[in-house]
């Protein structure tokens, strides 16, 4: 049975800076089209790089601890039982990091829309999926840089445009 006080915890061991320990707690609960995760950051550590979706709204629930949250708007210390939305696009980008003294919990909430995209303005990365956010990563899951892109025609055309 899913509980936030008591969670099944997996750890998060990312590169420095990105580890703590995350539960499911959606999928724990049985949900299908909605996602629940719970992520215990201790100092120093964030959720993820910032970001935005293009097809999943995500809202953020401060459990405990003052974690800071950076938005288009810049960066504020959240209190505990806080309630903040993202909406979809770039009015929607976020960032969660622990930068107190002790561990925060938050929870995380999320359609669970496919296919996806999540750009990271940061790095100038894009992420398409085929599957929903939280889910195995199954089926197509690309990352790559904007300033990779090609031209829509870019190896289509055998014959250098002639037909």
């Known amino acids: 049975m899913a509980n936030v006080f008591e969670p099944d915890f997996e750890e998060i061991e990312g590169p420095p800076g990105?580890?703590?320990?995350?539960?499911?707690?959606?999928?724990?609960?049985?949900?299908?089209?909605?996602?629940?995760?719970?992520?215990?950051?201790?100092p120093a550590n964030s959720v993820c790089p910032y970001h935005w979706h293009a097809a999943n709204e995500e809202m953020?629930?401060?459990?405990?601890?003052?974690?800071?949250?950076?938005?288009?708007?810049?960066?504020?210390?959240?209190?505990?039982?806080?309630?903040?939305?993202?909406?979809?696009?770039?009015r929607g980008a976020h960032k969660v990091t622990n930068n107190s003294d002790s561990v925060a919990r938050?929870?995380?909430?999320?359609?669970?829309?496919?296919?996806?995209?999540?750009?990271?303005?940061d790095s100038s990365k894009v992420m398409a999926r085929q599957q929903a956010p939280g889910t195995p990563a199954t089926g197509l899951r690309a990352i790559f840089r904007l300033e990779d892109g090609v031209d829509y025609w870019d190896g289509e055309l055998e014959d250098g445009g002639a037909t």
């Open 106 to 121: 938050v929870l995380m909430l999320s359609e669970m829309n496919a296919p996806e995209v999540a750009v990271y303005p």
């Open 60 to 90: 953020l629930i401060v459990l405990s601890g003052r974690p800071t949250l950076r938005t288009p708007d810049g960066e504020r210390e959240l209190a505990e039982g806080e309630v903040v939305a993202f909406l979809l696009g770039e």
């Open 18 to 42: 990105y580890v703590g320990r995350g539960a499911e707690i959606g999928r724990q609960a049985g949900a299908q089209r909605l996602g629940a995760s719970l992520y215990e950051l201790p």
